[in-house]
């Protein structure tokens, strides 16, 4: 059964870091595009940052980027989510997902709505205090 682990998620201070990795098993990962989405207490799921299945293409929502760098290794069937200079607005729980659609859809846009991926990791809490 596809499967897909978070870790790395923790409590760090307002400025710090944290690498947050998905673990994917039972898919054919070189070839699913993936994202990371975050959701906050009484907030819906959003979108935070996508990669495409060969890696070469990457997307940001604008409260991140520049400070999230997303990226994979298909050998290691594996992806990050660097976060730099956290704000305690990243605090969220966070989930990684993977499209297997991404190779079909490959010369169309990365994907940054949730309907559009298919398996989700169990979620990683991230929180940052001031």
């Known amino acids: 059964q596809e499967q897909l682990v978070e870790s790395g998620g923790g409590l760090v201070q307002a400025g710090g870091s944290l690498r947050l990795s998905c673990t994917a098993s039972?898919?054919?990962?070189?070839?699913?595009?993936a994202g990371w989405f975050r959701q906050a207490p009484g907030k819906e799921r959003e979108f935070v940052a996508a990669i495409g299945w060969a890696g070469d293409k990457t997307a940001y929502s604008v409260s991140v980027q520049d400070r999230f760098t997303i990226a994979r290794d298909n050998a290691k069937n594996t992806m990050w989510l660097q976060m730099n200079s956290l704000k305690s607005d990243d605090t969220a729980v966070y989930y990684c997902?993977?499209?297997?659609?991404?190779?079909?859809?490959?010369?169309?846009?990365?994907?940054?709505?949730?309907?559009?991926?298919?398996?989700w990791g169990q979620g990683t809490q991230v929180t940052v205090s001031s």
């Open positions: 039972g898919q054919t990962f070189t070839q699913y595009g």
């Open positions: 997902a993977t499209d297997r659609q991404a190779y079909r859809n490959r010369y169309g846009p990365l994907p940054q709505t949730r309907t559009q991926y298919d398996v």
